[in-house]
């Protein structure tokens, strides 16, 4: 077995190195650390902080598609917009084209105020992701942005298409 200089044996099935697999993990710990103390700091839970990251970037959108979005139950989705609402975060106004749905889109004053302009929040982590890539050579940046999208869409899919375990009785 291959000598590690960290703490465990290396385990690896995949085609990854257990170096580069060790190196991927670490990155993504980090990412949903820096989420959870980023939400901390605005007084939310995480998944109420990505979902308001995911209505910035993606708009107004129904509920269920919200739920698409994230993975949630449209219960557990239920529950977030009324956490969000009642901060002043989120707004519900009916969809004009079926009035039965119920569109969900960020109040934009009181977010600002709560949260800072453009993600005030991120902005030490953004700005210090900005300066690394933006040292890459632009051939290697299309390489991360591909690699990003295609991780965005990798998700999106295992969202769609996994379901909640059933409860044991």
């Known amino acids: 077995m291959e000598q590690q200089d960290w703490a465990g044996p290396a385990v690896n099935r995949w085609e990854l190195s257990a170096y580069e697999n060790r190196i991927f993990r670490e990155y993504v710990s980090a990412m949903v650390f820096y989420g959870q103390v980023t939400a901390d700091a605005a007084g939310l839970n995480a998944t109420d902080l990505y979902a308001l990251n995911l209505l910035d970037l993606i708009g107004e959108v129904t509920a269920g598609e919200l739920a698409r979005r994230t993975g949630l139950t449209t219960g557990a989705v239920t529950?977030?917009?009324?956490?969000?609402?009642?901060?002043?975060?989120?707004?519900?106004?009916?969809?004009?084209?079926?009035?039965?749905?119920?569109?969900?889109?960020?109040?934009?004053?009181?977010?600002?105020?709560?949260?800072?302009?453009?993600?005030?929040?991120?902005?030490?982590?953004?700005?210090?992701?900005?300066?690394?890539?933006?040292a890459y050579p632009e051939p290697e940046r299309t390489i991360l942005m591909r690699f990003f999208e295609q991780l965005s869409s990798a998700t999106r899919e295992i969202q769609s298409t996994s379901r909640p375990p059933r409860p044991r009785h």
């Open 79 to 134: 529950k977030l917009v009324d956490r969000l609402a009642a901060a002043g975060l989120v707004s519900r106004r009916p969809d004009p084209q079926d009035r039965r749905r119920v569109r969900i889109g960020i109040v934009d004053t009181e977010a600002d105020e709560r949260l800072g302009s453009s993600g005030e929040l991120f902005a030490p982590i953004a700005s210090r992701l900005d300066r690394l890539i933006s």
